[in-house]
């Protein structure tokens, strides 16, 4: 029996020998550079370099747990993220890593370098800008969420699907610290910043209202195999370069609202639009990358509601589904969703246990109290008045009220 016949959690040197045995890439090569370059809670990540060549890969591993062994996942998220890889390479082209190998033995994942590229948060951080962006992640969300409805797709051949991409674990994830946690004051569930304990308490813990339409969001979420989604479209999920995006990660993809992909995308730009209005050099570079940032969030939505409506048109197979109003009404639901989502998203970054560095890395205390409080407000608009959150300008003008 072969050292990769029986899984293994893998270290570099590890992997360095598996490649070479594995990845036709690599069977020629030399010296190899294998580094573990992870910087999520979930999967190890090694990027293998051959220099000689000029040829990389990184290769995606999964443990039966996550990486602090707190929670038991098994391993079939590496598969769903492979088949789901490829699959939106198909939909959406060029917005999707290419996918080299899968190995379901060692829960490995091979796939293109996008070391050219940056994390779309870590580059808004940098109030980088993307004139792409906003037409990029619009076609990808459409693109790979339409085929995939209802009345679009067989309905046999969609509850085939349904059933391949159940994803319990990762939805579990999602259920608890999106839709529940950030809710309930419960010990070591939340991180409230300690100069806004009274204002969370207040906004959060404590408004009853804000409970019962975050709840129902969980139905939607758990109920509404609407399409199949990718999950997790934050933007430390985004690779970009000014020419180029690509989403990677799709590990949480399941049948689910696609308002669940938009919004969390329009909540993730929402940290970054706040972070530099509340602690960035009030300088022009600041005011160019302010004013861009709300043209994204505003073409982002808009783009995603006209290209939904021609894919919707040009493929709705169903007789039902072809009635006069009937893709304005299902975007009607998918953009009360991405509200909803944008807001449920802000929140739980803000006192969830999965906090993001946009603004836990706001170094002065009262900046980033303030940043909290005014992305707090606005969530909860996000949330309550959901259905009037109907174009993009609608969501920049909650944001800066
Ligand atoms: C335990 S995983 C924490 C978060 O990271 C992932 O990217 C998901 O957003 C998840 O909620
Ligand atoms: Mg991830």
Known sequence: MGRFDKHFRMEAKDVEEYVRLRL??????????????????????????????????????????????????????????????????????????????????????????????????????????????????????????????????????????????????????????????????????????PPNADFVERELFSDRELHLEVGKLKYSFMNEAQALIHGDLHSGSIFVKPDSTKVIDPEFAYFGPIGYDLGNFIGNLCFARIRAQVAAPKDEKTEEFLSWIDGCMAETVDRFASLFLSLFAEKAADPMGKSPGYAQWLLGRILADSAGVAGVEIIRRIVGVAQVKDIVGIGNEGQRAGAERILVLAAKRFILDRYSHRRGKDYVATLLA
């Open 24 to 193: 036709d890439l690599f069977k020629d090569s030399g010296d190899l550079e294998v580094r573990e370059i992870g910087d999520g809670n979930i999967n190890y990540v090694f990027r293998v370099v051959d220099k000689a060549r000029n040829v990389s890969a990184i290769v995606k591993h999964a443990d039966l747990g996550t990486r602090s062994g707190s929670r038991i996942l098994g391993f079939d998220r590496n598969r769903i993220e492979a088949e789901i890889l490829r699959l939106e390479g198909e939909l959406a082209p060029g917005l999707a890593p290419e996918v080299f190998d899968y190995d379901p033995v060692m829960a490995c994942l091979a796939m293109e370098d996008l070391s050219d590229h940056r994390i779309l948060r870590y580059a808004l951080i940098d109030r980088e800008i993307f004139p792409r962006l906003a037409q990029d992640v619009a076609t990808f969300v459409a693109r790979t969420t339409v085929p995939t409805l209802d009345m679009v797709m067989d309905p046999a051949e969609k509850k085939g699907l349904v059933q391949r991409y159940t994803n319990p674990p990762l939805c579990a994830i999602t259920e608890q610290l999106v839709y529940t946690e950030p809710y309930l004051n419960q010990p070591g569930r939340t991180k409230v910043f």
